[in-house]
């Protein structure tokens, strides 16, 4: 099935001649983070925004974390090699750490001032971070 997925997804990136970095910011990334914003939508409805919170920091180190070191484990044993040769990071990976970087800080930032409590008016910069974030990727992409 994921096989699947990803073939048509390389499709509709060939027949639109969307890069494929493009792709994975937007596309294949919502599409993998549906399932946690409807677990930490309930979780905040139900009463309880610290799960939610947790939840939304919590998954997304996992799949680095868990996810990369499980990726590079599979890579190595395919290609039984006793080392991978090193990865390149490309610019929106990059970015994208960066970006990852300057979340949390400004998150950690922003609790330190406020009581370790993160105003709800404090969601707009989330999402102009986000924005920022597809906006200097796409640039990227389209200018290496």
Not at 55 to 65: D, E
Not at 83 to 112: D, E, H, K, Q, W
Not at 127 to 139: E, L, P, R, S, T
């Amino acid at each position: 099935v994921i096989g699947k997925l990803v073939s048509m997804l390389e499709f509709l990136g060939t027949l639109t001649r969307i890069p494929s970095p493009i792709l994975g910011m937007t596309v294949l990334a919502w599409g993998n983070s549906m399932g946690d914003l409807s677990a930490n939508i309930a979780m905040a409805k139900k009463g309880m925004p610290d799960m939610a919170t947790t939840g939304c920091f919590a998954g997304p180190s996992f799949n680095l974390l868990v996810g990369t070191g499980l990726g590079f484990l599979s890579l190595q044993r395919k290609l039984e090699m006793t080392y991978i040769s090193p990865v390149t990071l490309t610019p929106s990976i990059r970015i994208g750490f960066l970006f990852i970087l300057i979340n949390c800080s400004s998150a950690i930032i922003c609790g330190m001032f406020c009581k370790w409590e993160i105003p709800h008016r404090y969601s707009y910069v989330f999402f102009a971070m986000y924005a920022v974030y597809i906006f200097v990727c796409v640039k990227a992409v389209f200018l290496t």
